[in-house]
């Protein structure tokens, strides 16, 4: 009796008390649901990160991704053993003429202090405006083919392979044709 007063007095009929707790049930059930599928996403977004950074570093070309504001988004492994100075001084965010000014110094580009900032402003105007590909030679006879592809937020993604086993055999085979005309 005294139970059922004090249902009356908070206004919450007894026949409604199963029906709320049901609901509560539910509704706890339903958040714990919402909570598993949160976590899953979590960590479905890592996995699904993880696979892609495996893909990246599987490349066997340097791989780096600029956003729509020139900030680096990310690199991988190869891409710091093409380009040493970057080692220990990339890092997320880092704006694209910091990179070239890193560049600029490295001796196998072989500019003089004077060419670094007019080197580094000629390539801002190229780097990232057009998709296509560029050959680097380095002063120590290396190649370096790069390519630019734009992504669909405005950033672009650069690749770099290195060419100069091919452009060696390519210059041993003009010799050869070369020596062979003049025989």
């Known amino acids: 009796r005294r139970h059922t007063r004090l249902l ?9 008390l199963p029906i709320l707790a049901l609901l509560m049930t539910i509704y706890m059930l339903i958040l714990a649901r919402v ?3 949160l976590a899953d996403g979590v960590f479905g977004a ?18 780096i991704v600029y956003d729509h504001d020139g900030q680096v988004l990310t690199w ?4 710091l053993e093409m380009f040493p100075y970057l080692q220990g001084k990339i890092a997320a965010g880092m704006r694209l003429a910091d990179v070239l ?4 110094e490295w ?13 580094v402003a000629r390539q801002l105007t190229l780097i990232g ?9 380095l002063s120590d006879g290396r190649f370096y083919e790069a390519r630019e592809r734009r992504t669909r937020e405005g950033g672009w993604v650069s690749v770099f392979r290195d060419i100069s086993e091919q452009r060696q055999a390519e210059a041993a085979m003009r010799r050869a044709r070369q020596v062979a005309e003049e025989a």
């Open 107 to 119: 001796p196998p580009h072989g500019l003089r202090p004077e060419q670094r900032v007019d080197w």
């Open 35 to 37: 909570a598993r599928n």
């Open 8 to 16: 009356t007095v908070t206004g919450v009929q007894t026949c409604a």
């Open 101 to 104: 000014a890193l560049a600029a």
């Open 76 to 79: 991988n492994s190869r891409m």
């Open 129 to 137: 405006k057009s998709d296509g590909l560029v050959v680097i030679e």
């Open 46 to 63: 890592r996995r699904i990160e993880a696979r892609l950074r495996d893909s990246v570093e599987s490349l066997s070309d340097g791989f």
